[in-house]
């Protein structure tokens, strides 16, 4: 299993830029995708999630209306456009795949990640 991110780079506030995340070794169609990042010096925060078929979407609160995920199941790839970009959206960016469902703590196990791709918007 394995997942590929690209696509970081340093942009000024209010540009965009648009990550790639490759996948290989497993049936990319058949999970669940997420994009997560973490800030210099603070945790993990969840971005965004696509389902299966790429007909449903889910975003933070934080990116809504700026960031959008899709995917393309053929060439195994996800993707994340993100326009309007604010200095608090510099952070390493990584995909995730999601995999069962833990009802002792009720989430959602992220149970293959990427090395990550540095997202630095700064003027």
């Known amino acids: 299993v394995q997942l590929v991110e690209s696509g970081g780079g340093l942009v000024q506030p209010g540009g965009s830029l648009r990550l790639s995340c490759v996948a290989s070794g497993f049936t990319f169609s058949s999970y669940w995708i997420y994009w997560v990042r973490q800030a210099p010096g603070k945790g993990l925060e969840w971005v965004s999630a696509i389902r299966t078929g790429g007909d449903s979407t889910y975003y933070a609160d934080s990116v809504k209306g700026r960031f959008t995920i899709s995917r393309d199941n053929a060439k195994n790839t996800l993707y994340l456009q993100m326009n309007s970009l604010k200095p608090e959206d510099t952070a390493l960016y990584y995909c995730?795949?999601?995999?069962?469902?833990?009802?002792?703590?009720?989430?959602?196990?992220?149970?293959?990640w990427g090395q990550g791709t540095l997202v630095t918007v700064s003027s």
């Open positions: 995730a795949r999601r995999g069962i469902y833990s009802s002792d703590y009720g989430l959602w196990a992220l149970d293959a």
